[in-house]
């Protein structure tokens, strides 16, 4: 009979062969219940403990990146460089190793990434990219018993059970405008990605809240501009919206910090001086936000806490032996980070 190995134990027990470790090791990371049935395992199966983990190997944890070509917001972006370095500092602090690899939309996850899966403790997933139609392919293998406990970052799946940590884009986009219509604004130009995310759709619904709320249903008050999510594109999208249109809104409110910008180098191109002849206002306050002419008021999100919660989620799961099936017993956890507005000089009172 071949020797039998930690990989195979965790197979039989159906979880991650880091579990195996904790447990014939001595080390923490597993509960006692489960710690009793893998060394039950392993002496039954006459296991060998000192041909399986080398003590200064650390566990190990994936922080895998969904890509959509057809979407490419993560990659225009550089939001989730800083929820990554949230996940790195979280991570390193609770002795966990961080290996990053993509995902690409479409493909089949299992084979993507099967060189790794046994030698994983557990998966972050960043979900910028998934859009609704996409869904499914999340759910498909979040739901199966893979070994390990997975946390989806920076998208809510509510049809899927598995934990997901993200930013409150309902509210954040809701406070945006309300801000803006307490500062004296009262037609909203809404500048809409033509690539929509579920992100997109939530904040999309806060600036419709905040426009029935404070002005009403009239079609007056809000002017939607369709425009690309890439810099590029966009700025020729509002380029072409401006040559068209005979009366400008009193302030553009764009989905994303990128678009915001895109904006302003269209409106500083045809000669209209932000904020002067009007406000632009933009979301997520990445570092563009800083590098433009005059900065951005944009609405802030903790991205770092973003991946800091979503370590401390997923180490949780790991502590208590959990993986993504089994996690559903206690209960999958929707965590929303609030967000706050980061007045700048691109939004003046009307």
């Not at 990989?7 to 990371?29: D, Q, T």
Request: charged share 25%; with cysteine.
């Amino acid at each position: 009979m071949s020797e039998i190995t930690a990989k195979e134990i965790a197979r039989i027990l159906g979880i991650s062969p880091a579990s195996v470790s904790f447990a014939l090791n001595g080390k923490p990371g597993v509960s006692e219940a489960t710690r009793a049935k893998i060394k039950k395992l392993a002496q039954e199966l006459g296991y060998t403990p000192a041909k399986v983990v080398r003590p200064q190997e650390n566990p190990m944890i994936c922080f895998l990146i969904y890509t959509d070509e057809k979407v490419a917001i993560a990659q225009e972006s550089t939001f989730y460089t800083f929820v990554l370095k949230g996940v790195e500092a979280a991570a390193k602090e609770l002795g966990y190793r961080v290996m990053i690899r993509y995902l690409e939309a479409g493909a089949d996850f299992f084979r993507q990434m099967e060189d790794v899966l046994p030698d994983l403790a557990g998966v972050i997933l960043l979900g910028t990219d998934i859009t609704t139609p996409r869904k499914g392919e999340i759910t498909s293998f979040a739901g199966k018993n893979v070994g390990f406990p997975m946390v989806i970052v920076d998208n809510f799946i509510f049809s899927a059970y598995v934990d997901c940590v993200g930013n409150d884009n309902l509210y954040g986009a809701k406070s945006a405008i309300s801000y803006l219509i307490d500062r004296g604004h009262r037609r909203i130009g809404y500048l809409r990605a033509n690539q929509r995310i579920t992100n997109f759709d939530d904040r999309e619904a806060g600036i419709r809240m905040a426009i029935s709320e404070h002005l009403g249903n009239g079609p007056q008050m809000l002017e939607t501009i369709g425009v690309s999510v890439s810099a590029e594109g966009a700025y020729r999208d509002v380029c072409r919206w401006l040559e068209r249109t005979s009366h400008l809104p009193d302030a553009l409110f764009a989905e994303n910090d990128v678009i915001a910008a895109a904006a302003i180098r269209a409106l500083k191109m045809k000669g209209i001086r932000v904020p002067e002849d009007i406000s632009v206002m933009g979301f997520d306050d990445i570092p563009v936000c800083e590098m433009v002419e005059p900065t951005i008021t944009t609405v802030h999100s903790f991205k770092e806490s973003l991946g800091r919660e979503a370590v401390g989620l997923l180490h949780r799961r790991i502590l208590a032996g959990q993986s993504g099936e089994t996690a559903r017993d206690s209960g999958v956890i929707k965590l929303s980070l609030s967000t706050r507005i980061v007045e700048r000089q691109s939004v003046a009172d009307k």
